[in-house]
C-alpha cells in the first residue's frame, strides 16, 4: 500500500497524541500542513464537526473521489448525526480512535480492500468498457467490483432503461475470481411464457408435454458454475416466482416432468428497471423472493444525475463507432449534447453519437452540421437551465427544512466547486467564468475553511 496523508482538526491532547501514533504506524502517513488540499488517500483526525472540517473533506475527497476516511479522538467527537454529514460530502468511512492500538489496523485493511477496489475501477477493463468519473457512477462502478471480489451473495442491480445495467451484470462475472468459473447466462424475463417457463430455468424431459421431442436443459443447468443474469426480473409471472425461490436457496430443481433432484450452483444476478419494494407492497412482486434477490444491490443512475460524463460518453463511444477518427466534438457540439435531455439514458446518448458519427465526412471533430436536425438546441429564447431537475433538488432541499440563505450558499458553493474542477484549479480561469474577481473567490474560500 502506499503512502497516505493526513491532516489534524483541534489542538487537543488525544489529536496530538493520534496524529503521533500514526506517524509511527506502518500506514507510512505523511502530514499535510494547514491551507493544503492533498491528493490521493488521506486521513482526517477531528475533535469535533466543524464547517471546516467538513469543508476539507469536501475538497480532499473530491466529494468522493478520493479515499478519505475521518477518525474522531474520542467517543464524545461525534454524534450519529455527524457520521452520517461527513459520508455525505465524501469521506469514505468514520471511525472512533480506539486506545487499544486496533485502529491503525483497521485503518490499513480498509485502505488495502479500497485501494484494491479502485485499481480495478481505473482498469482498462473497466474504463474501456464502462466510461465516466461522476461521483455517483463511481460509487456504481465500486459496487460492483466489491460484490465481485468480495462476495458470492445474489446481485440485484437498478436502474432506469438504458443506464447499462448488462455490462455492469458482465463486468460483475468477468472480475468473479472462481476457480474453474464457468459461463455467464444470459435470461430476459421479458419473453419468459408462463406456460412454458418452468422448461426456461429448469429445463424438461422428452414427452414431458406436447413438442417436447427430446430433453432440454435449462437455465439453472447451463448457469452451473457460472454466473446467470436475469434481466428485468420485475417482469416475472408471480405464480413463477416461488418455484424460483426454493430452487435458489437450495440449489437443486426438477425438470418438468422428472422426478430427479438437479444440483445448480452459481451467482445469482438480477436486474430491473421497476421499484421492487414498491411492487411487493402492491402485490406484484413476492417479498420472500425480493429480499433472496436483493442480498447486495447497486443502483445506477441515471444520465441526468451524472452530466460531467455525458462528453466523455460520447467520445467513448465515438471512438468505439470510428476508430480511425478524432474522438472529439467542437464546444457548440459539447455544449448542445450537455444541454439535451435523455429519457434512454446511456442507450439514447449511443444512438445519437452514433447518428452524427454516420453524418460525418473527412477528419477533426465532430461539427454542427453532423448533429440531425431533431438533436438540435432550442433558441436561446426558448432554452432554461432550471428544468426540472434543478426545481426538484429545491424542493428537496425546502422539504427538509432549509432556508433560503442556506439554498443560496449551496449553490453558490457546488458552482466554484464545478468551475474550479473544470478549470483544473486555476482561480483566474474560475472566477471569470462565475463573474466574480479572483479576490473575492479567494476569500469566499477561505472563510469556507475558517467555517465562518
Known amino acids: 500500500m502506499g503512502g497516505l496523508w493526513y491532516r489534524a482538526f483541534g489542538e487537543d491532547s488525544a489529536s496530538a497524541h493520534i496524529t503521533a501514533e500514526l506517524s509511527f504506524s506502518p500506514l507510512a502517513v505523511q502530514p499535510v500542513a494547514n491551507g493544503d488540499v492533498p491528493l490521493g488517500p488521506g486521513i482526517v ?19 468522493g473521489r478520493e479515499l478519505v476516511v475521518a477518525v474522531a479522538c474520542s467517543a464524545g467527537a461525534a454524534t450519529a448525526e455527524d457520521c452520517w454529514t461527513l459520508l455525505d460530502n465524501g469521506a469514505r468511512d468514520v471511525l472512533f480512535w480506539r486506545q487499544n492500538g486496533e485502529t491503525p489496523a483497521c485503518l490499513g485493511a480498509r485502505f488495502e480492500r479500497w485501494l484494491r477496489i479502485e485499481g480495478i475501477v481505473a482498469s482498462p477493463l473497466v474504463r474501456g468498457n464502462l466510461a465516466g468519473s461522476s461521483p455517483a457512477w463511481m460509487k456504481a462502478l465500486r459496487e460492483a467490483a466489491e460484490v465481485a471480489c468480495f462476495s458470492e451473495a445474489p446481485l440485484l442491480i437498478t436502474g432506469e432503461t438504458g443506464t447499462g445495467k448488462e455490462l455492469v451484470a458482465r463486468l460483475v462475472h468477468t472480475l468473479d475470481g472462481r476457480p474453474g468459473k464457468g459461463a455467464l447466462v444470459v435470461l430476459d424475463c421479458t419473453t419468459v411464457v408462463a406456460e412454458l417457463s418452468g422448461s426456461e430455468f429448469f429445463g424438461h424431459e422428452r414427452g414431458a408435454f406436447t413438442g417436447a421431442v427430446s430433453r432440454r436443459e435449462g437455465a439453472f443447468a447451463l448457469a452451473d458454475g457460472g454466473t446467470l443474469f436475469l434481466d428485468e426480473v420485475g417482469e416475472l409471472p408471480l405464480p413463477l416466482q416461488p418455484q424460483l425461490l426454493r430452487a435458489v436457496q437450495e440449489g437443486a430443481y426438477k425438470r418438468v416432468g422428472g422426478n430427479e433432484w438437479q444440483g445448480a450452483s452459481f451467482r445469482l444476478i438480477c436486474a430491473t428497471n421497476r421499484d421492487l419494494r414498491e411492487e411487493t407492497e402492491e402485490g406484484r412482486f413476492r417479498a420472500d423472493f ?14 441526468r444525475e451524472r452530466p460531467d460524463d455525458i462528453v466523455p460518453l460520447a467520445q467513448h463511444f465515438l471512438r468505439q463507432l470510428r476508430p480511425e477518427m478524432e474522438a472529439d466534438f467542437d464546444p457548440a457540439v459539447r455544449q448542445a449534447l450537455c444541454k439535451r435531455d435523455y429519457p434512454g439514458n446511456v442507450r439514447e446518448l449511443r444512438q445519437l453519437v452514433a447518428q452524427m458519427a454516420a453524418r460525418h465526412a473527412g477528419s477533426g471533430p465532430l461539427t454542427v452540421g453532423d448533429v440531425p436536425p431533431r438533436a438540435r438546441p432550442l433558441s436561446r429564447a426558448d432554452a432554461d437551465w432550471r428544468d426540472p431537475v434543478f426545481e426538484t433538488c429545491v424542493r428537496r432541499a425546502l422539504a427538509q427544512g432549509a432556508g433560503l440563505k442556506e439554498i443560496g450558499r449551496a449553490a453558490q458553493e457546488t458552482a466554484e466547486r464545478i468551475v474550479l474542477e473544470e478549470e483544473g484549479g486555476n482561480l483566474q480561469r474560475a472566477a471569470s467564468r462565475l463573474q466574480v474577481t479572483d479576490r473575492a473567490l479567494q476569500l469566499r474560500r477561505a472563510s469556507r475553511r475558517a467555517g465562518t
Open 290 to 303: 425480493f429480499h433472496r434477490i436483493a442480498s447486495c444491490r447497486c443502483h445506477l443512475p441515471p444520465l
Open 45 to 63: 483526525v477531528f475533535s469535533e464537526l466543524s464547517p471546516g472540517l467538513v469543508e476539507f473533506i469536501r475538497e480532499a475527497s473530491k466529494l
